[in-house]
């Protein structure tokens, strides 16, 4: 389903003197319906490898194929069909402040031409899914950070995604919260749902006994169903 194909990403010098190596000869493929983690450093190449998938930025070099098709070589029709089967979850949640719960969730609909009956009926499912049925009216700041992170998750589900991004979706949680978050993405992913879950989280990781690709130095250093967080 996701294929990364000899992915080199390069950014350029600016203010330094050398350019950035971040991903180099990346390659792995994701199947249908797998639960991966991508494990690294801070400054591994995490988020830049979801960027590069989402095509907001390109690679440098080699491919990324989303159920064949090269996402950086699609019409601008199919990039936008596929960026819609991807759903994702931004490692600053990227809510807007001036809007509550409830609206975030139904302005990222409307924005990408979701009729009023179609908010209407699919907002309150989405809040039930993600456990935010009391919370639904509250703005950012009157919430946890748990529960920011679940309205982060709401508004990736907004398309029913084949596959959810999650950046870091623990980072800044408590153990509860945490268990709560990686509940509510293995449950997505029981039904059906291909998730990849970014996080230098090493407790988080080797709990899961999911697959794991581990980032060191812009490579892949390691690919291990069932993995464990080495660094
Ligand atoms: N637009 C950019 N221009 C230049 N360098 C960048 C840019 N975006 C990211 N980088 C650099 O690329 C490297 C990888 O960044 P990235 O955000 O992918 O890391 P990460 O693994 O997600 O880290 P973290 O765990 O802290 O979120 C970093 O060294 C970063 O400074
Ligand atoms: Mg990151």
Known sequence: MIFFNQVNKTYPAYLAKKEKVVLENVS???????????????????????????????????????????????????????????????????????KTVYENIAYAMEVTGATDQEVEKYVPEILETVGLVEQAFHFPHQISEGEKQRTAIARALIHEPDVILADEPTGDLDPYNKKDILELLTGLNQSGATVVLATHDKETVNNLGKRVITLKDGKVAGDSKKGRFVL
Do not use: N, W
């Open 28 to 98: 792995f493929k994701i199947e249908k319906g797998e639960f991966v983690c991508v494990v690294g450093r801070s400054g591994a190449g995490k988020t830049t490898l979801f960027k590069i998938l989402l095509g907001e930025e390109k690679p440098t070099s080699g491919a990324v194929l989303f159920d064949g098709k090269d996402v950086h070589k699609v019409s601008p029709r199919e990039a936008c069909k596929i960026r819609r089967r991807i759903g994702m979850v931004f490692q600053d949640y990227k809510l807007l402040q001036s």
